[in-house]
């Protein structure tokens, strides 16, 4: 990701933006052919320094380089950026660079997502508690949970794979957008050029392209930084000694603390936590970068090369981060049943409450009662099923046996099978997408 986003791949992106538009200007006749025959140019870490020689002479990035590929290309050069504003070539090379990184991400998105439906089918059916409000709910499985995590990742793969039509999109329109430097030819330079790079033609610009785009992409990482936090939060919270159901891998030499020898602290979801803290700080900014002056400004420029590397920077370490942690995630499924104990059978209040109504007693009812009956379970020590096993109510309308099956977590977690594999099977087909999608690319 550093090198995508480096000044080196930056400068070597334009000029290969401005060797595109000079074919697309041969190919439609506005110069000779000869101009770029046998034309193969290198652009190499000495010419990157005299850009920036250049550059501090004359205060233009884009102009100082045109005047060093001018120089280096010989007769040619006289032809370079005809009819080109600098965001040509600036925002045309950002859509490349984004779609570079995208690429990265994207793949790291997937890999990501095949650890999570590996460790959701190990775990399918391993039991534990559902916590709502921070408290005691109803049972569900560890494969559930996960598969929850990894259909909002999912979510956010589509969100990028659909937002690559406004991506990776050329801008090569000229000083205000309407091509008018090269007369009638602009389209059909438009349209090589876009060819020539692997992008799709904007329908229309200003100076620049419009910086929704951007905010959009943003925000969608931000979204995705988020979803990552909150499956990184539910590891750190799970990984509590009071809990102690997962925890991140801590390596055998890892220190903890530099003081307290028995410390086994879960940095590496919390530094997730971190890094998606500062995404979402991005959100705001970028939204305020699309208002920009008449045909354009030059306000967005200093923004976008600040923030828009360290988004992707910091998105790609979130999900190293999260990939490496869900490999070598450790599972505590012993305690998960010991903590399914703690309410002593109170989590299965609602089971019993259904069953009742079922048989013919009306569903407020039913609730208040088991209300009652729990206050009792939390006053005398007793479970819940003792308790409604000597309740003279609840024995009157139900059997033993229908009421300890009240009790069977295995027998209360309604479709949670056919869930996570409908689940499963849309994260497969989404994957699937993401790989013709690219190969498209």
Known sequence: MREIFSEENRLKTMVKVELALLEGLAHAGLIPSSAIRNLNVTFNKDDIVRVREVEKEIKHETAAL??????KIGKAGKFIHLGATSNDIIDTTWSL???????VIENKIVTLLRYLLELADKHLDTIMIGRTHGQHALPITLGFKIMNHAYEIAQCLERLIESHKRLFVLKMSGAVGTMAAWGNKG?????YVAKKLGLASIKITTQVYSRDRFAELLCNLAILGSVLDRLATEIR????????ELSEPFKEKQVGSSTMPHKANPVQCEKVTGLARFLRGLCSSSLE?????????????????????????AIDEILETMTSVIKDLKVYAENMRRNLELS??????????????????????????LRELTRKSIETG???????????????????NEI????????????????CRRTKDYILELINKYSNCWQMN
């Open 66 to 71: 045109v005047k060093v590929l001018s120089e």
């Open 97 to 103: 660079i984004i779609k570079e990184a995208l690429q």
């Open 187 to 191: 389209l059909l330079i438009e349209e």
């Open 237 to 244: 919270n799970l990984q509590r000694p009071e809990i102690m």
């Open 289 to 313: 970068n699309i208002v920009l002056w008449h045909e354009r400004d030059l306000s967005n420029s200093s923004y976008e090369r600040v923030t828009i590397p360290h988004a992707f920077l």
């Open 344 to 369: 002593k059978d109170k989590i299965m209040a609602e089971a019993l409450m259904v069953k009742l109504t079922l048989k013919g007693v009306p569903r407020n009812r039913a609730y208040t009662h």
């Open 382 to 400: 007793k479970t819940l099923k003792e308790i409604a096993l000597e309740d003279p109510y609840i024995t009157s309308i139900l059997s033993r």
């Open 404 to 419: 300890m099956e009240c009790f069977d977590y295995e027998k209360y977690l309604g479709a949670y099978r056919e869930i």
